[in-house]
Every structure is written in C-alpha cells, then in structure tokens.
C-alpha cells in the first residue's frame, strides 16, 4: 500500500518541524510548508520531507498550494501547526498591528486551508479509509492570563473552529483532531513573541524543570494520526509536569514532598 501524505505547517521550525520528522520516521509521505524556504530545503535534504514554500495568510499562495497538492498525490492529513504570538500587552496597552497578525496567523490561515484542502481530504478518505485535520491551539485557548489576551483570543478563536468543524464533518470518515500545547521549550516562540529579546525570551522557562520539548508535541501529534481511523482524540491538553495550570508553574527542581 503507498504511504499515506501529511501536509505540516510551521514545518521550518518547532514544533512543525518536529512533526515533519516524527510522521515521516514513521512512514509518512510528508509535505513540509512555511514561508522560509531555505529552512525547508535543508529539512528536505535531511529527511525527505518536501519543501513548499507559501505565506499561509496569503489567499493565493494557500489556493497554489492546493492545486500542487492535487496534481502531486493525495492528501491524508493536514497538520496546521503554523501560528504563534505577538507581543504580551495588557489588553489596554495591545496594539492592533499585533493583534491583527495572531488573527491572521492562528484562525483565517486554519479557515483558509480548511476551505482550500477539505477537497483533497475528502477524496483521500473516500478512496483509503479515512483522513485527519489536526490543529496545534494552546493551553492559552482554554485559560486568559494577564498579558495573553491577543494570544488567549486568536487561540481560542481557533479552537472554536475545530470544534466547529468537527461538527460539520459528522458522519464522513474526517477525523478533527485539536492538540493544546502548555509551555513548549522551541527556538523562536518566545523570541518571536517578546520582539527578539533572547534574554526575555529565556526568562520564559528559566528554572523550569523540562518544558515539554517539539519532539514530545510531535510525538502526540503521531500518535493522534496513527491511532486506528475511528478514534478521534478530540482534544488533547498537554503540558510539562511542572505547569499544573497557566498560573501554576514550578520553577527549580522538582522534588517529592515527605509524606
Ligand atoms: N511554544 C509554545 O510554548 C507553544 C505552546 C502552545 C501552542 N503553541 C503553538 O504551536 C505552534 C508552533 O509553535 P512553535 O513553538 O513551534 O513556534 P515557532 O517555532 O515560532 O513556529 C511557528 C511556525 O509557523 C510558521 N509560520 C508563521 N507564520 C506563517 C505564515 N504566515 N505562513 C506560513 N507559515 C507561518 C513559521 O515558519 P516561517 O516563519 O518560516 O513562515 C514557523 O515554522 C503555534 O501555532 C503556536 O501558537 C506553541
């Protein structure tokens, strides 16, 4: 039987990047999409993952897409783990510019691809059994916390949307997957967010015993896609073993209390 297809966003860094690797160790056809076309390159010749490279808040680059996919072979999977935060302004203090773009970024580039691939995952479920749509949200989509407002809303506006999607789909063979995330340790996420303060960046997780990892987000997100096609894990919250909530974070070693 030929291998199935993954389309990964985000795939040029993180926890896409983690997830292109992860599916294709595991037998995966996997498509590898972010704007860095350098960076995917080097994943291609890595590991095999194709490059393409499109701005996911373009309309014409996602309609592109689409039409390569279609011509290259089927589409099993999309993973949209593509997105990310700007800025941790009060919401008093928020600026629209970066508001606007963790709109962009997290819920119409999840609205236009789900409008642009929903016609391949049909076709790949209805000829190989079944096809997933998987969203990375965040913990952030569940929980406000001071400074995260810009974040909490596009994540949860998000997460309204795969939900809402699951409920459309009812009754075809499309499973809708959401993967919520707590603090995950990548690269750029913070730095991103805090405008490229690498200091700040790494105050995020100072003394936090093991973030999760991209590799443990991936390792989720593998086993979500390979679980048995009738098993739909709707949702699943993740989070390192230090975060026992959004306001709950141990920092320094953790340790067994005396009973
Ligand atoms: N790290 C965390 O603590 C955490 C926790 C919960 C949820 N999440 C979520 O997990 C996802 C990945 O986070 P991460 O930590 O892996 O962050 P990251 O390393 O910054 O990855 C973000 C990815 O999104 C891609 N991207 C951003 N804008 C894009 C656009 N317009 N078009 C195409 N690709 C775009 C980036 O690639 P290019 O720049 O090359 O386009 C990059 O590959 C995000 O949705 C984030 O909100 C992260």
Same mark, same amino acid.
């Given at each position: 039987?030929?291998?199935?297809?993954?389309?990964?966003?985000?795939?040029?860094?993180?926890?896409?990047?983690?997830?292109?690797?992860?599916?294709?160790?595991?037998?995966?056809? !996997?498509? +590898?999409? /972010? &704007?860095?076309? *350098? #960076?995917?390159?080097?994943?291609? $010749? =890595?590991?095999?993952?194709?490059? @393409?490279?499109?701005?996911?808040?373009?309309?014409?680059?996602?309609?592109?897409?689409?039409?390569?996919?279609?011509?290259?072979?089927?589409?099993?999977?999309?993973?949209? !783990?593509? +997105?990310? /935060? &700007?800025?941790? *302004? #009060?919401?008093?203090?928020?600026? $629209? =510019?970066?508001?606007?773009?963790? @709109?962009?970024?997290?819920?119409?580039?999840?609205?236009?691809?789900?409008?642009?691939?929903?016609?391949?995952?049909?076709?790949?479920?209805?000829?190989?059994?079944?096809?997933?749509?998987?969203?990375?949200?965040?913990?952030?989509?569940?929980?406000?916390?001071?400074?995260?407002?810009?974040?909490?809303?596009?994540?949860?506006?998000?997460?309204?949307?795969?939900?809402?999607?699951?409920?459309?789909?009812?009754?075809?063979?499309?499973?809708?997957?959401?993967?919520?995330?707590?603090?995950?340790?990548?690269?750029?996420?913070?730095?991103?967010?805090?405008?490229?303060?690498?200091?700040?960046?790494?105050?995020?997780?100072?003394?936090?015993?093991?973030?999760?990892?991209?590799?443990?987000?991936?390792?989720?997100?593998?086993?979500?896609?390979?679980?048995?096609?009738?098993?739909?894990?709707?949702?699943?919250?993740?989070?390192?073993?230090?975060?026992?909530?959004?306001?709950?974070?141990?920092?320094?070693?953790?340790?067994?209390?005396?009973?």
């Amino acid at each position: 039987m030929a291998n199935r297809r993954a389309v990964v966003t985000g795939a040029s860094s993180g926890i896409g990047e983690a997830t292109a690797r992860a599916l294709r160790s595991r037998g995966w056809d !996997v498509v +590898g999409v /972010a &704007r860095r076309a *350098d #960076r995917l390159e080097a994943l291609e $010749a =890595a590991t095999g993952v194709v490059a @393409y490279a499109a701005d996911l808040t373009v309309e014409a680059d996602v309609e592109a897409l689409a039409s390569w996919l279609a011509g290259s072979g089927p589409v099993h999977a999309l993973v949209q !783990v593509a +997105g990310g /935060a &700007r800025g941790t *302004d #009060r919401v008093a203090e928020g600026t $629209a =510019a970066d508001w606007r773009w963790m @709109y962009e970024a997290n819920v119409l580039s999840s609205q236009r691809l789900v409008a642009h691939l929903l016609p391949l995952l049909r076709r790949a479920a209805a000829s190989d059994s079944h096809a997933d749509a998987l969203f990375v949200t965040s913990t952030a989509a569940q929980v406000a916390y001071p400074g995260g407002g810009g974040y909490n809303a596009a994540k949860a506006a998000e997460s309204m949307l795969v939900s809402a999607l699951r409920l459309e789909l009812n009754g075809e063979p499309i499973r809708v997957i959401e993967i919520a995330p707590g603090m995950v340790r990548t690269e750029e996420f913070s730095l991103n967010r805090l405008g490229g303060d690498a200091a700040a960046a790494d105050d995020v997780y100072a003394d936090v015993e093991q973030p999760l990892s991209a590799d443990d987000v991936a390792d989720v997100i593998a086993y979500a896609l390979g679980a048995p096609g009738h098993v739909n894990l709707d949702l699943v919250t993740v989070r390192p073993v230090a975060q026992s909530a959004q306001h709950l974070l141990a920092r320094g070693p953790l340790r067994v209390r005396e009973s």
